[in-house]
């Protein structure tokens, strides 16, 4: 995990233009090659962000980000406050609370429920990027990754994407469908997930234990 303080201006190029003034900033800048520009208000929510694969470009003025999809974040470094570097090792995963845990069990065993013909092929689908929930196929034979959450909200989207960016460079696996699983998605999470091609679905707990597992059981 690389630190840096500074004071900076940001330009993006991509989907859509966004610009940031110059003001101090937090970049983060992870080992997978996610890219984060945080200010000091906002909660966890970063300003601008670019997630892997990407290549970062450094000279003493300026920062450029390049994307798999040709997006560009350009930072422009007009002071440097601080910047440090800490090896934080291997993470040991999120452990999820009983109800997104219980979701997941129940739609690793009712896969049907997130689309007609859908068949689960692992939980906890492991990853350098760490586990996927459920990974599945469709009837068309075609992989499907699947991130579930109890409330869907962007980061979950974003967790989803880094997923899929991965799983598809696996020549066994690629291509690999996104589904996007909650019991509530909000507006601008399903907005965003729609428009990277996931498939949203919302589910109720509830309806999920009364209905029928597709695992046989001896009792």
Wanted: hydrophobic share 40%; glycine share 6%.
């Amino acid at each position: 995990m690389r630190l840096v303080v500074a004071r900076c201006s940001v330009l993006y190029e991509g989907r859509l233009a966004a610009s940031l003034q110059e003001a101090t900033r937090l970049i983060m800048v992870k080992a997978d090659g996610c890219v984060a520009i945080h200010s000091d208000s906002g909660a966890y929510k970063p300003l601008n962000w670019m997630t892997a694969p990407n290549v970062l470009t450094e000279t003493p003025l300026h920062w450029t980000v390049t994307g798999s999809r040709g997006e560009r974040l350009v930072i422009t470094m007009h002071e440097v406050l601080s910047d440090s570097a800490y090896d934080l090792g291997r993470d040991p995963g999120l452990e999820k609370d009983g109800v997104e845990a219980q979701l997941q069990a129940l739609l690793a065993e009712r896969p049907h429920v997130l689309e007609v013909g859908m068949v689960t092929i692992r939980r906890e689908y492991p990853t350098a990027l760490g586990p996927v929930d459920l990974l599945c196929r469709d009837a068309n034979g075609i992989a499907v990754a699947v991130e579930v959450k109890r409330r869907g909200e962007i980061d979950g989207v974003e967790q989803l994407t880094r997923y899929l960016e991965f799983l598809n460079r696996d020549p066994l696996l690629a291509p690999v469908r996104g589904v996007f699983v909650a019991q509530e998605i909000k507006a601008q999470a399903r907005t965003l997930a729609t428009d990277r091609g996931f498939l949203c679905v919302e589910v109720d707990y509830d309806d999920l234990r009364s209905l029928p597992s597709n695992i046989l059981r001896l009792f």
